[in-house]
């Protein structure tokens, strides 16, 4: 079983867990609701959010992945 562990990047928020993918609460905070984005599609919002720290060199977590 081979196993990596890679810098979350916006091309990986597709592998990430339904739940994970929509979630804004490290982006924005703890009253989402009150500060959301324009942007309707949360997902599109969490990519740009990671695709922006990635671009200011601080990825924002890891992916595991397994066998590929």
Known sequence: M???ALPLTGEAVGDLP??????R???LG????????AVRDATADKRA????QVDAGTPPGRVLRIDG
């Open 25 to 27: 609460y490290w982006e």
């Open 2 to 4: 081979t196993r990596r």
């Open 18 to 23: 339904a739940a994970c993918r929509s979630c």
């Open 49 to 52: 959010w990671i695709r922006a």
């Open 30 to 37: 703890v009253a989402p609701h009150a500060r959301a984005s």
